[in-house]
């Protein structure tokens, strides 16, 4: 069973996995697919709105490069912005991994005698 | 990540990318690649190729509506860097220029201070002319206001008999207000300081309703103070309120004593009431007296009227005329009915100075021309030594384009700077402007305002388009290969020459305008100071004294007074002779009244306007003015002898003919009421208003026989009259130490300052016109040291064939002189085409004066052969060998 992907989610997702290199959209599909162990299924041509969203934010740059085929593909990387903005995300999600965390955990407190 | 084998389409699309990006193809390509790498993928873990293809699709969803999603993304993303990307040429581009501009500081230099001055002086005149002409009035409804004068035959009388403006005044129902003001007279103020004179205007009360402007302090005259009798009432000019009482504000109500009565303050004008010096001035109400309602005769008020809304002109005009028509029927002898002139207040304060005011900015905008043609030429020359770098650019891909805009943003830059420096040009000039002796109305309350900063802003861009955007384009058009081969060398500058010449000659005739201009002003002023005034000048001084009424309140003390300081002063050592008159010539103006023989109606060819002067037996001798008959008054002609008069022989000429008036009977007023005089003689004509004026008529009487309390006192010296001023202080003294004697000027000083405003004008017309023709100058001698600098080898070779040098030199100011005589021969054209827009501002010549057009030819032609000379001598004196070796 997939889990759909949240728009914001997303992102984080990108942006993390270009955080080891540049790389290409059908590579990022691929990557993050594998890591996930097939569970993330993300539907790969919304990758790309996000991609060029991101572009357009200047979170990451795009140039045209070859790949180890000799095939032209255009590669993403992080820009400066981009890290700042991985930072904040991390941060933002871990907040709300605690969050969550908690709820799941808790047990229904005392009811008040009658 | 490197590969061999980039595939061909995508090779090319990049080289497409190179000039413009290519967003869609970006997208296909991108997407292509996904899909054909999912496609190998399935395929080498051991799918079919068609199953795979259809399961990668599946796997990527709608592939068109992603496709158009990313288009939009895409070209977005263009849009905004294509903006960011002009930003970034601008400011790179400025900073360019600035580089550039660095790195000539001589060039930068001349060209901006060139320009500030330019910018400077055009906006200091721009200024002026906002204020003067442009600038709304500050009345209420300006826009309806109108003044009225009576037509006359040409022209216009400038004024209205009392008669016909109450009749308009009461019946004319297309005016919501009309208002009258009468001359301008001197109330002498005592009591605060010296005596003064201060100048009063009778106004009306509905004056100040006319022309509203609210006052500072107080109120105006109520329509029950403006009527015979009424109580004696004054408004105060802000000027006057502020320099003699302190702008105290316990002023209002109070009494201050004008020609020794008291008159009680209500109110200070607005300052904007005065638009013209002197500035210290007050009205009292007009309070016509009951007979001159039935006055038709004398023309006497100046008339404002202030429109109904929505009524044209032209219907009030003729409101007015139909009431003129039936006062003419029912005072036949009396009444004129010529037609009426509506003007409005606007052109009506201004008046003929509009035309000084565009002439002077004309003036200034042709100086800039010239300026902005020398930074042309300097431009055009750094542009042929630039070309190797304009080459570069070009080689390196930058288009012509792109290089014609760096160029001209160095214009701009140079036009800005310029610009910006000439804001302090300007503002010293307005304030050089303001206390000039121009006599333009609201001149003082010039301001660098904000239509003024607008204006600069817009010249400074002007002139780097006038000056910048040619050389631009002639410096980006360069042959590449020849250029880099030739190592940025000069290889041929005909075109560039023949651009040079053109802007040589262009100058030149402007430079011609300028001086043509300005040679005008020079010869009508020379004319007009050889214009004889009349009467003789030299060592004759003159004073005023007011015996003030509440002491003097008879004719016999007044006279008694005045023939006590006159043998008083007549005893001083060094006085030649002395005469008294109401008002002396040029000094102030006659009273000006009708004069008539017997027999007229105060309309016909028997009657005519006269100034009328009391005089004194000695006037004539003593201010050198000749009788041509009869004789001169004498103690004789005294309070309770026969009435006498002596005419000018204009006046002579004018009633009588060439008939001999001796003898004659005269009378001045209305002819209702004829005073008779017999003529005993007559006078020369004199410039009474001043040289540029036609002798008005005169008509002189015994001062003892028509009395006035104010009057000035003429003093022909033997030498320097100014030596006399303290004995004659004394001798006034002596006949009443209260008695102030006021203005003591010679008559020599009195005609300067008649000359000042004109010989102001020509002394700006004349720097202006100079400036011009060193700028013209000064481009003449750049590119004659070019083209002689050019033809270095020539004229080596020349040289050494055996040429003299005085040959050379002569061959190269020979050209120097056709240039100007082109120059000469446009110019010329120009101003005689132009300058009939002066025929009124300059006097005793035409505005095509022949004489003025050949000196200044003559003047040009001789400023370029210099020009020319000097190259030409140090192109002579080269080694021939060395010259042989230029090439």
Redesign the interface.
Known sequence: MGIDLLQGTLDLIVLKTLSWGPM???GI??WVQQTTGDVLQV????L??AL??M??RGWIKAD???????????YYKLTAAGRKQLASELAAWAQMQRAIGRIVAAKPAKREPA | ???????RT?AWR?YLRFWRANPGG?VR???T??L???VE?LVANGMPVDEARAEAAR?????TR?KS??YT??E??ER?MARHEWWHTIVQDLTYALRQLRKAPAFTVVAIATLALGIGATTSIFSVAYTVIMKPLPYAHADRIYTYSQRNGKGSMCCLPYGNFYTWQREASDFESMAATSGSRAFTLTGYGDPTPIRTRLATASYWRTMFIPPVLGRYFRDDEDREGGPKVAVLSYALWQNRFGGRKDIVNRAITLNGQPYTVVGVAAPEYVMQKPAEILWVPLAAPAWRFNDFADHELSVYGLLKSGVTPEAARRQLETIDTRLAHEHPHHAYDGGVIPMGIADAIVGSQKQIVYMLFAAVALVLLIGCGNIANLLLARGNARKAEVAVRGALGATRGRIVTQLFIESVVLGVAGGVAGLAVAEAGIRFLVTSPAALPRLADTRLSAPALLFAIALSIGCAVVFGLVPAIRAARVDLQQTLRDGGRESKGAARARLQRGLVISELSIAMVLLIGAGLFIRSSMQLASVPLGFDTSNLLAFDIVLPPARYDSSAKLEAAFTQIEQNIAAIPGVRSIGQTNTAPVRGWGTDWTAFREGSNGHDERSTDANMRGVSTDFFKTIGLPLLRGRAFTAADGKNSARVAIVSRGLAQALYGDTDPIGKLISNGSPDKPQWMEIVGVAGDMHASGPAQEPPHELYMPSAQWVNGARTILVRGNASVQTLMPSIRRAVASVDPLLAIVGAQTMDETVQQQFAYPNFLRWLLTLLGGTGLVLAAVGAYGVMAYLVSQRTHELGVRIALGATTGDVRGMIVRQGVQLGALGVIVGGALAYATTHFAASMVYGITPRDPITFAVVAAVLLIVVAVAAYVPARRATRIDPLEALRAN
Request: net charge negative; aromatic share 10%; glycine share 8%.
């Open positions: 290409h959209g059908f599909a691929r539907e790969e041509g919304s790309y709105p060029y969203r572009e357009n045209w490069a070859l790949t180890e085929n000799g095939r032209r593909a255009k | 990540m490197t590969g061999s084998n980039p595939d995508a990049r970006d390509d991108e997407l690649f996904h054909e790498s999912a993928e796997r990527f969803g709608d592939v992603i999603a990313l993304l895409s977005q993303r905004r």
